[in-house]
């Protein structure tokens, strides 16, 4: 029951859902109308501490500093006179909770041109509206 009620209250304070819509929640599962108010008033009183809580469990994500880039382009080699073999490396500088990491990345440039595809298609799906409505909730 506490399992039960722990998980009501948390994905409520999660999506902020307004006093109707937990009525109607509630409401389903076949309380009494007395319980049912307690419940909401419960949820009322507390959503904003739940929220706060729950800002301090999510994890922290390393944020974008600095990117720094090079294209390494081989010729050739002994075994193979007539060669290209190019490859784009990548030195991406983080910040998390005010240190300050580089990682270092290589690929080549076609997979880097998929890689890039993916993120504006990704950018893109953000401004359609089901995902608009998503991050608004989320707030």
């Not at 600095?66 to 007539?82: K, P």
């Amino acid at each position: 029951g506490v399992e039960g009620l722990t998980y009501l209250l948390t994905e409520s304070a999660k999506l902020m859902i307004s006093e109707t819509d937990f009525q109607d929640s509630v409401h389903v599962l076949g309380f009494s109308d007395e319980l049912n108010k307690l419940l909401l008033q419960l949820y009322l009183d507390n959503r904003k501490e739940i929220r706060s809580i729950l800002s301090e469990l999510a994890p922290k994500l390393p944020s974008y500093h600095n990117l720094e880039w090079r294209l390494d382009v081989q010729l050739a080699s002994r075994s193979l006179r007539q060669q290209i073999k190019p490859a784009v490396t990548l030195k991406l500088h983080l910040n998390q909770n005010g240190d300050q990491t580089a990682q270092v990345l290589q690929t080549d440039p076609s997979t880097l041109l998929h890689l890039i595809q993916q993120l504006e298609r990704a950018l893109g799906e953000m401004k359609t509206n089901h995902c608009r409505r998503i991050v608004r909730n989320m707030k």
